[in-house]
T-cell receptor
């Protein structure tokens, strides 16, 4: 149980285009999902907290208009990288926290999406 | 705010030898503590977590960690490693209240040599 999927697993796009990444909790509901970015050989940096039915909360330094997050249902959050540039190339990982007060300390991670902008 | 320091960026170990990966944290409030493992081009898998209670926590794959509040440490140990343990290991903390966002350490690359 507690499986999180991401789609696509990897994507190559041209500079200036937009890319959408999906994060799904397959066997549980998640009121809160998180989006992370990981550069090669580095740690995960939290980009934003996605809350179902409300606006995402972005970390300091993350451009809201560039990284659009939508959490339209209890099992799906999407991250859209708008007008992508080569510096946006990275490994994007999402995690999902199961709904319910006894699950507050758990986050289950997706397998990640490798984005390469040419 | 919390911060996490993993003292070793790389740890090479021979197969069947014991290993300890060190983690220290800083926080002005009580925290939960976690260890995650990441295999190449994959997401993170939870190894173990400390929420409360016994300071010695046992996780999957034979790993364990000990919470030491006075030293603000949460070191990860395994008595005998296998080739398959080769991976990146991340220590993380979250506050108990509020959003419980995870703050990760820099990671430790564990390499098991035959």
């Amino acid at each position: 149980g507690a499986v999180v999927s991401q789609h696509p697993s990897w994507v190559i796009c041209k500079s200036g285009t937009s890319v959408k990444i999906e994060c799904r909790s397959l066997d549980f509901q998640a009121t809160t999902m998180f989006w992370y970015r990981q550069f090669p050989k580095q740690s995960l940096m939290l980009m934003a907290t996605s809350n179902e039915g409300s606006k995402a909360t972005y970390e300091q330094g993350v451009e809201k208009d560039k990284f659009l997050i939508n959490h339209a249902s209890l099992t799906l959050s999407t991250l859209t990288v708008t007008s992508a540039h080569p510096e946006d190339s990275s490994f994007y990982i999402c995690s999902a926290r199961p709904s319910g007060r006894f699950s507050r300390n758990e986050q289950y991670f997706g397998p990640g999406t490798r984005l390469t902008v040419t | 705010a919390q911060s996490v320091t993993q003292l070793d960026s790389q740890v090479p170990v021979f197969e069947e030898a014991p290993v300890e990966l060190r983690c220290n944290y800083s926080s002005s409030v009580s925290v939960y503590l976690f260890w995650y493992v990441q295999y190449p081009n994959q997401g993170l898998q939870l190894l173990l977590k400390y929420l409360s209670g016994s300071t010695l926590v046992k996780g999957i794959n034979g790993f364990e960690a000990e919470f030491n509040k006075s030293q603000t440490s949460f070191h990860l140990r395994k008595p005998s490693v296998h080739i398959s343990d080769t991976a990146e290991y991340f220590c993380a903390v979250s506050d108990i209240q509020g959003a419980q966002k995870l703050v990760f350490g820099q990671g430790t690359r564990l390499t098991i040599n035959p």
